[in-house]
């Protein structure tokens, strides 16, 4: 009750909400910084960078605030490198502004004077681990192994911080380094000849092929340890491999004249590498978005008036 948002529809039917802070945080939150001389962050601060400063989109959950002096140290980057720690440590279920505070040494009222709300911090968090990957500048005659690099670094990333798919989900990922992230994956794809719609929509497959993959390798609860009790998909090879080989078992035993096909290639369900399986499925993305590039190439050399 009282949860200041609003939501955007976008074509996909995907609901984006924007969550605000309610007016017992935000009093809580005034009253804290009163009492403790908490320093106060506007919208914009944040690590510095060379660029100009990038206006924030509109559905931007973090608070404006006007700076005020404070007896301790504590900003809004180290709340979110506490926050990474934590999730790294714990998982997504453990995180709590309660539990963040007292890591940090101080009041949750102190985190959501610097954030907002536990929407805001995680939006934080998104475009930090966004930030990890760096993109190299656009090469044309690489821009197929450089495509394919970007997804293997993802998929490094999202495997690093395995609750990174999750938070990313009903999220748009428009922070700084978000933004200069698809900057430089979208110039990369114009490099290769792709046309406006394809080199954006390209993009966009790209990072969706690569989270349904890590999903499958992270698993989709919001904690829990690897493994056969645990909440996640086992990380062990030797225990991949175990299932996968009862698998091929199983398909094996399969009455043959029902399924032919699949008796006749159960050994194919023993194969494990999920390396060599990420691989061949930005090959044949990575390959597919080619063909599309060339196909487009020559209409257009072939159209009425063009040289």
Known sequence: ???????????????????????????????????????????????????????PPPWQRLPERHRRRRREPISREAIVAAAIRLLDREGLAAL????????????????????????????????????EEQVPEADPSRWQEQLKDIARAQRRISLRHPYLVRISIGRIPMGPNALRFSERVIAILRA??????????????????????????TGVDDGGPPG???????????????????????????????????????DEFAFADADERFDLLIDIFVDGL?????VSSRRDRAAPGAH
């Not at 609003?6 to 996909?12: A, E, G, L, N, P």
Request: charge should be negative; glycine fraction near 10%.
């Open 290 to 294: 080619a063909r599309r590039a060339a």
């Open 96 to 131: 709590s502004m309660r539990r963040l505070a007292e890591e940090l040494g101080t009041g949750a009222a102190s985190l959501y004077w610097h954030v907002g709300s536990k929407d805001g911090l995680l939006d934080l968090v998104f475009d930090e681990l966004i930030g």
């Open 228 to 266: 056969p009790d645990g909440n996640a998909p086992p990380s062990d090879p030797a225990i991949r491999q175990e299932a996968a080989d009862m698998a091929r078992d199983y398909v094996a035993s399969l009455p043959a004249e029902q399924f032919p096909n699949m008796v006749a290639l159960a």
């Open 192 to 217: 290769g000849g792709l046309p406006p719609r394809l080199a954006v929509q390209g993009y966009l497959l790209l990072i969706s092929t690569v989270n349904g993959f890590t999903v499958d390798e």
């Open 1 to 55: 009750m009282g949860q200041c948002s609003s939501q955007t529809v976008f074509d996909t039917g995907t609901v984006f909400k924007r969550a605000g802070v309610t007016p017992a945080e935000e009093a809580e939150a005034g009253m804290a910084a009163k009492r403790e001389g908490i320093a106060t962050n506007d919208a914009n601060s944040g690590p510095s960078h060379a660029e100009p400063q990038i206006a």
